[in-house]
């Protein structure tokens, strides 16, 4: 049972255009939402999150979109750079008194084309 | 320091082999946890420890063993693992308090091999 989704293994974007990935939950329990973005033979590194008492968080060219009766949410990245370019999962979290267990999406490859 | 440091980096094993992961952080978090990612799928929870207490464990098999000296430290002892035990093994750790952003910040993981 994948309780978190995204439903596009890979992305291409053009450099300076906007990236938009996309994570489908259908956990209502899930509280908070996180995005991790991963290299190749690296550990995932934390990029933005989002509570969900809230619709939108931005961190610099990093915005999460949060639409809870639709159970989906969106990181844009915008303008896209060369640098963009890994794995991005989206990671979900339903509290338990401060150790979170996070489920996460299956990933989206993103490719910046230069 | 930000740092979850791992170690080894990559660990070939045999099936009858005793071997253990290590994990490190000193941000002063008080969770700590254990992942593994095998090839084109996403991380899966196994272990939890919050204040060196486990407090979560997925069903994992009892060829993994966690250990969690002290607070800054987290080990995977595995033994007699099999050839799909194959894959990456993650540690995270987080502030472990109740509420608040608690985001996982995770290590580079170990490249395990069982053959």
């Known amino acids: 049972d994948q309780q978190v989704k995204q439903n596009s293994p890979s992305l291409s974007v053009q450099e300076g255009r906007i990236s938009i990935l996309n994570c489908d939950y259908t956990n209502s329990m899930f509280d908070y939402f996180l995005w991790y973005k991963k290299y190749p033979a690296e550990g995932p590194t934390f990029l933005i999150s989002?509570?969900?008492?809230?619709d939108k968080n931005e961190d610099g060219r990093f915005t999460v979109f949060l639409n809870k009766s639709a159970k989906h949410l969106s990181l844009h990245i915008v303008p896209s750079q060369p640098g963009d370019s890994a794995v991005y999962f989206c990671a979900a979290r339903a509290s338990n008194f401060g150790n979170e267990k996070l489920t996460f999406g299956t990933g989206t490859r993103l490719t910046i084309i230069p | 320091d930000t740092e979850v440091t791992q170690t080894p980096k990559h660990l070939v094993m045999g099936m009858t082999n005793k071997k253990s992961l290590k994990c490190e952080q000193h941000?002063?978090?008080?969770?700590m946890y254990w992942y593994k990612q095998k090839a084109k799928k996403p991380p899966e929870l196994m272990f939890v420890y919050s204040y060196e207490k486990l407090s979560i464990n997925e069903s994992v098999p009892s060829r993994f063993s966690p250990e969690c000296p002290n607070s800054s430290l987290l080990n995977l002892h595995l033994h007699a693992l099999q050839p799909e035990d194959s894959a990456l093994y993650l540690c995270?750790?987080?502030?472990?308090?109740?509420?608040?952003?608690?985001?996982?910040?995770f290590g580079p993981g170990t490249r395990l091999t069982v053959l």
């Open positions: 995270a750790s987080s502030r472990g308090q109740p509420g608040g952003r608690n985001e996982q910040f």
């Open positions: 989002i509570s969900s008492i809230k």
């Open positions: 941000m002063g978090h008080r969770a």
